[in-house]
C-alpha cells in the first residue's frame, strides 16, 4: 500500500512551480557508471494491483503480496533470495525489495532468448494466480534504481511516456493467461567513451504456451498459443527473458522525465487558477467587510458617550464582555490545536524539500520518511501551541495538556495503524508493516517527539497566555437564536465547500498515488494548492465567526475549529464517491484497508484546517475588539 500524503506552503512557491511541474529535482544519489561486461543487478519488488487501461478501469484490490510469495513460484536465485536495505517510508509505502536471478551484463548477450527455470505450479496456487490476473496486478522490477515500465501513449496528448509496471498476466477474453516471457529493453547513455548509464527500463511480457520443457536454447520467436493455469491439475511453466540493449540520448539527470507523465496538465492548471479565484474573491469580501463595516461600526462605537444607553448598538459590539468567554472542553481543543499547529509545520517543511527536489522518486520512500522526521522534530511546535492556547482559555492542569498533547493524537493513529496492519496480515499481504518498524515508529513518536513536545509545552508555559482586549464579565449573556445557517454542523458543511473546491481537482490525483499505485510528483501545484487551501480555509472561518458574532452567538471557539474543519466531511464525502467510481473491492481487507485510510486522510485534514480556521479566527477576533473602546 503506498502511503499517503498532503498540504501547507506559502505564496513563495511560485518562482518554483515552472521547475517542479516539469520534473526537475536534484538528484538524490549519484551516477552509477558501467563498463562493458558489468553485472547490471535486477531487483524485485511486490507485486501491487494496478488500474487496466481502458479509462473506465476500476481498482480490484488494495492488497500487496511479496514477490516470492511461495503460491506464485517465481524463479529464485542461487542460494536464494535476498532482501536489500530500505528506509523507514520505503518500508511504510509497502517496498519489499529481493534480488532476482536474472543473469544481465551491461552490452552482453543482446536479443538472446535466455531460458531463466521451470516451475510446477498446483492447482490450488493455480486458482490463486489466475484471481491475481483477473484483479489486474503488476509485477515492480528495480534496475539501477529505475522501475521497469511498458510503453503507452497518452490518448489525449498523443506523448509516449512509461507506465511504472507490468501486468501479471492477462485476461482480455475472460480467460486468465499468465505471462511467462519478458523482453527486457534496457536503454542507456554513454556520457565518455566506453562508460554507460542505465536511463531506462521497458518491459514487455508475453504469455508463451506451446512445450514448456527445459531447455538451454528456447527459441523465443516461435508463435505458440497463451499460456492457461489450470486449476485442476499441475502445470508446468518455463520462464523466458530476452534483453536488448538500445542506445539513448536521454542523459542520467533527466531519465526520470519518461516516468513522470502528467496527464492533462490543463487540468492542473484549470483548478489552480479556479481556485486562486475563490480565494481573490474570499481575500476581498473578508477585507471589504473589516474596512467598511467593521471600522464603520468601531467608529460609531467609540462615539458613543459613554452615559447613554450602549444597549442601542447591536450585534458583536454586545458581546465583548463574552467574547473571551472560556469554551467548553478546552483542554481537547488546546490539544487539537496542539497537533494541529505539529501537522502544518511538518506539511510545509515536506512540501518545501520535494519542491526543491530532495524527494525525487529516485529515493524511494523519501517522502514517508521525511515526513515521519518531520512530525518527530516538530513535537515542540505542537506542545507550545498546545499549552499558550491552554493557558488562554483559562486551563491550569498543565501537566495533563502536556500529556496529552503528546500522546493522544500518536496513539489514535497507532490503534488504526495497527488494525489495518491486522487485516494486512489475515490476507497474507506483504504491505504489513514489520513488528521492527512498528516499534521504531513508537520509538519516534515517544522517545522523541513526546519530549520535544513536553519541552514547547514548558516554554509555552512560561510565556503564558495570550492576553486579551477586553475583560469577560461574571455573568454569561443570554444567546438569542441563531439563523440555521449559523449552526454548528450547518455552518462546517457550507464554509467547507470552498476550500473543498479549491482542491477537489489536485485531491484526484493524490488519492489515485495512494490507493492506484501511480506516480505523483507535481509538487507545484499541490504547494500551489495548499496555500490557497489555507487562504481559502483561515478567510471563510473569519466570515462566518463575524457572521455569529453579529447574531450575538459568542460561543465562537469550536464553531471556528469546526467551520475551518469542514472540508473534511467534504473528502470524506469525496472518498466514497472515489470508492464507487472508481475501485471495485471485493474481499473485506481490502475494503477495510480503504476506509482506514480514508479516515486518517480526514482526520488529519480535520486537524489541519481546523487549526487554521481557530488561529485565523482568534487573530481576527482579538483584532477586533482590541480597537473599540471598552471601560
Known amino acids: 500500500m503506498r502511503g499517503a500524503s498532503s498540504y501547507l506552503l506559502g505564496s513563495a512557491l511560485l518562482a518554483l512551480l515552472p521547475s517542479a511541474a516539469n520534473a526537475f529535482y536534484l538528484p538524490g544519489a549519484a551516477p552509477h557508471n558501467y563498463v562493458q561486461r558489468d553485472p547490471v543487478d535486477l531487483y524485485v519488488n511486490a507485486l501491487t494491483p494496478m488500474l487496466a487501461g481502458s479509462d473506465n478501469s476500476k481498482l480490484k484490490?488494495?492488497?500487496?503480496?511479496?514477490?516470492?510469495?511461495?503460491?506464485?513460484?517465481?524463479?529464485?536465485?542461487?542460494?536464494?533470495?535476498?532482501?536489500?536495505?530500505?528506509?523507514?517510508?520505503?518500508?511504510?509505502?509497502?517496498?519489499?525489495?529481493?534480488?532476482s536471478p536474472y543473469d544481465i551484463?551491461?552490452?552482453?548477450?543482446?536479443?538472446?532468448?535466455?531460458?531463466?527455470c521451470t516451475a510446477e505450479i498446483p492447482g490450488e496456487d493455480a486458482q490463486f494466480i489466475n484471481e491475481r490476473i483477473r484483479e489486474d496486478y503488476a509485477l515492480n522490477w528495480l534496475v539501477d534504481g529505475l522501475p521497469a515500465a511498458e510503453m503507452k501513449k497518452d490518448m489525449k496528448t498523443g506523448d509516449l511516456f512509461f507506465d511504472m509496471g507490468f501486468n501479471l498476466g492477462n485476461d482480455d477474453d475472460d480467460i486468465p493467461y499468465l505471462n511467462n516471457h519478458y523482453e527486457i529493453v534496457l536503454r542507456y547513455?554513454?556520457?565518455?567513451?566506453?562508460?554507460?548509464?542505465?536511463?531506462?527500463?521497458?518491459?514487455?511480457?508475453?504469455?508463451?504456451?506451446?512445450?514448456?520443457?527445459?531447455?538451454?536454447?528456447?527459441?523465443?520467436?516461435?508463435?505458440?498459443?497463451?499460456?492457461?493455469?489450470?486449476?485442476?491439475?499441475?502445470?508446468?511453466?518455463?520462464?523466458?527473458?530476452r534483453v536488448t540493449w538500445d542506445e539513448s540520448d536521454t542523459p542520467w539527470a533527466t531519465r526520470w522525465d519518461n516516468y513522470l507523465h502528467i496527464f492533462d496538465p490543463r487540468i492542473h492548471w484549470f483548478s489552480l487558477v479556479n481556485s486562486?479565484?475563490?480565494?481573490?474573491?474570499?481575500?476581498?469580501?473578508?477585507?471589504?467587510?473589516?474596512?467598511?463595516?467593521?471600522?464603520?461600526?468601531?467608529?460609531?462605537?467609540?462615539?458613543?458617550?459613554?452615559?447613554?444607553?450602549?444597549?442601542?448598538?447591536?450585534?458583536?459590539?454586545?458581546?465583548?464582555?463574552?467574547?473571551?468567554?472560556?469554551?467548553?472542553?478546552?483542554?481537547?481543543?488546546?490539544?487539537?490545536?496542539?497537533?494541529?499547529?505539529?501537522?502544518?509545520a511538518m506539511c510545509a517543511v515536506t512540501l518545501v524539500f520535494a519542491l526543491l527536489g530532495f524527494?525525487?522518486?529516485?529515493?524511494?520512500?523519501?517522502?514517508?520518511?521525511?515526513?515521519?522526521?518531520?512530525?518527530?522534530?516538530?513535537?515542540?511546535?505542537?506542545?507550545?501551541?498546545?499549552?499558550?492556547?491552554?493557558?488562554?482559555?483559562?486551563?491550569?492542569?498543565?501537566?495533563?495538556?502536556?500529556?496529552?498533547?503528546?500522546?493522544?493524537?500518536?496513539?489514535?493513529?497507532?490503534?488504526?495503524?495497527f488494525l489495518l496492519d491486522f487485516f494486512l496480515l489475515v490476507a497474507g499481504s506483504s504491505g504489513a508493516v514489520p513488528f521492527s518498524t512498528m516499534l521504531l515508529i513508537v520509538v519516534l513518536w515517544f522517545g522523541i517527539s513526546a519530549p520535544l513536545s513536553s519541552i514547547g509545552s514548558y516554554i509555552g508555559s512560561r510565556q503564558g497566555g495570550v492576553s486579551h482586549p477586553v475583560r469577560v464579565n461574571q455573568i454569561p449573556r443570554q444567546i438569542p437564536p441563531v439563523p440555521r445557517h449559523l449552526?454548528?454542523?450547518?455552518?462546517?458543511?457550507?464554509?467547507?465547500?470552498?476550500?473543498?473546491?479549491?482542491?477537489?481537482?489536485?485531491?484526484?490525483?493524490?488519492?489515485?498515488?495512494?490507493?492506484?499505485?501511480?506516480?505523483?510528483?507535481?509538487f507545484g501545484f499541490l504547494a500551489l494548492t495548499a496555500g490557497v487551501v489555507a487562504l481559502t480555509t483561515g478567510t471563510v472561518t473569519i466570515l462566518f465567526t463575524y457572521f455569529n458574532l453579529c447574531a450575538e452567538e459568542y460561543r465562537w471557539h469550536w464553531r471556528a475549529f469546526l467551520t475551518g474543519g469542514g472540508s473534511a466531511f467534504w473528502i470524506l464525502a469525496y472518498?466514497?464517491?472515489?470508492?464507487?467510481?472508481?475501485?471495485?473491492?471485493d474481499s473485506f481487507s481490502s475494503v477495510a484497508l480503504y476506509l482506514g485510510y480514508l479516515f486518517l486522510i480526514c482526520l488529519f485534514d480535520f486537524i489541519v484546517t481546523g487549526t487554521i480556521g481557530f488561529l485565523a479566527s482568534y487573530w481576527a477576533v482579538r483584532r477586533l475588539y482590541s480597537a473599540i473602546r471598552v471601560d
Not at 474570499?282 to 450602549?310: F, G, H
Not at 444597549?311 to 473571551?324: A, I, P, S
Not at 518527530?376 to 499549552?387: E, H, R
Open 105 to 116: 551484463k551491461m552490452l552482453q548477450a543482446n536479443a538472446t532468448c535466455q531460458m531463466l
Open 487 to 522: 449552526r454548528p454542523w450547518a455552518s462546517a458543511l457550507l464554509a467547507g465547500i470552498l476550500p473543498f473546491g479549491a482542491a477537489f481537482v489536485e485531491l484526484y490525483f493524490v488519492m489515485s498515488s495512494l490507493f492506484a499505485s501511480r506516480a505523483y510528483y507535481a
Open 575 to 585: 472518498g466514497l464517491f472515489y470508492w464507487l467510481s472508481r475501485l471495485s473491492l
Open 276 to 344: 486562486i479565484v475563490i480565494v481573490v474573491f474570499l481575500c476581498v469580501m473578508v477585507a471589504m467587510i473589516l474596512w467598511r463595516t467593521v471600522s464603520r461600526d468601531i467608529s460609531r462605537y467609540n462615539a458613543i458617550d459613554l452615559s447613554e444607553d450602549v444597549q442601542e448598538d447591536w450585534g458583536w459590539k454586545l458581546v465583548h464582555g463574552e467574547v473571551f468567554r472560556a469554551p467548553r472542553y478546552p483542554m481537547v481543543l488546546s490539544v487539537m490545536v496542539g497537533n494541529g499547529a505539529q501537522l502544518c
Open 359 to 417: 524527494l525525487s522518486p529516485s529515493n524511494r520512500g523519501s517522502l514517508a520518511t521525511v515526513m515521519m522526521v518531520c512530525w518527530t522534530l516538530f513535537g515542540g511546535i505542537g506542545g507550545y501551541y498546545s499549552s499558550r492556547i491552554y493557558a488562554s482559555l483559562g486551563g491550569v492542569d498543565r501537566r495533563k495538556n502536556t500529556f496529552l498533547t503528546a500522546t493522544i493524537l500518536p496513539t489514535l493513529v497507532f490503534i488504526v495503524i
Open 61 to 99: 484490490s488494495l492488497i500487496n503480496y511479496d514477490y516470492y510469495n511461495p503460491r506464485f513460484h517465481f524463479c529464485t536465485p542461487n542460494g536464494g533470495a535476498k532482501d536489500q536495505p530500505e528506509s523507514l517510508g520505503s518500508i511504510l509505502f509497502g517496498d519489499r525489495i529481493f534480488t
Open 189 to 241: 547513455h554513454e556520457p565518455s567513451p566506453g562508460i554507460y548509464r542505465v536511463v531506462g527500463v521497458l518491459v514487455w511480457p508475453s504469455s508463451r504456451g506451446g512445450s514448456q520443457e527445459d531447455e538451454s536454447s528456447p527459441n523465443c520467436d516461435v508463435e505458440v498459443p497463451r499460456l492457461g493455469l489450470s486449476e485442476n491439475e499441475t502445470n508446468n511453466i518455463r520462464y523466458t527473458y
